[in-house]
């Protein structure tokens, strides 16, 4: 059984720019959900899809969207990046209560 | 809605000495409750987690927390550390959807 993957494992983008991370859930989990992680802080719930449709999302702007495909696997795009947009992006799978995390994209907006 | 408070950022704590990390929650609702250990560079791993029943939970590398519903708290607590347990530990409450971490608190263990 893998676990939860995702890639890139770090990016560098131009403020501006869009980014696409991608994150590959665990078998057999239907749930995928993403969490921001800045610098020294605790993890942001952005938001979380259930069985290809969004099941819930926290208080970030349009500019973050997201995909989960047919296997389960999930995509997070973000538009027009902002200097503050860096950190850690973290996803995690789950299938009940608990979530299985994957081990981040560190993205760096200049 | 709910939100998560880590009293601590950071704790420094000798070798095979206890700790206790503190945590506090509010909801309006009946949530579960969890500990996540971090890695330097690394993601998030299930140290606990509360759910139900029994308000005691222990984790296999000798962590244990208690959910005190009266004081709205999820201390961790080791009765004596390694080094190995150097790294950051985030408490969470959520359900299925949402979880709610805090800020974090580095456990820096000194040999």
């Known amino acids: 059984e893998t676990g939860v993957t995702q890639s890139p494992t770090h990016l560098i983008k131009t403020r501006g720019q869009q980014v696409t991370l991608r994150c590959s859930s665990q078998?057999?989990?239907?749930?995928v959900s993403w969490y921001q992680q800045a610098l020294g802080q605790g993890p942001q719930f952005i938001f979380q899809?259930?069985?290809?449709?969004?099941?819930g999302r926290g208080n970030f702007p349009p500019r973050f969207s997201g995909l989960q495909f047919p296997n389960y696997s999930s995509e997070l795009n973000v538009n027009a990046l902002e200097l503050d947009d860096s950190a850690l992006y973290l996803c995690?799978?789950?299938?009940?209560?608990?979530?299985?995390f994957g081990p981040g994209t560190r993205l760096t907006v200049t | 809605a709910q939100s998560v408070t880590q009293l601590d950022s950071q704790v420094p704590v000798f070798e095979e000495a206890p700790v206790e990390l503190r945590c506090n929650y509010s909801s309006s609702v009946s949530v579960y409750l969890f500990w996540y250990v971090q890695y330097p560079n690394q993601g998030l791993q299930l140290l606990l987690k509360y759910l139900s029943g029994s308000t005691l939970v222990e984790s296999i590398n000798g962590f244990e927390a208690e959910f005190n519903k009266s004081q709205t708290s999820f201390h961790l607590r080791k009765p004596s550390v390694h080094i190995s347990d150097t790294a950051e530990y985030f408490c969470?409450?959520?359900?299925?959807?949402?979880?709610?971490f805090g800020t974090g608190t580095k456990l820096q263990v000194i040999p």
């Open positions: 078998s057999g989990h239907n749930t």
């Open positions: 969470a409450a959520g359900g299925y959807q949402k979880v709610t």
């Open positions: 995690a799978s789950s299938l009940g209560d608990e979530q299985y």
């Open positions: 899809y259930y069985r290809e449709e969004e099941n």
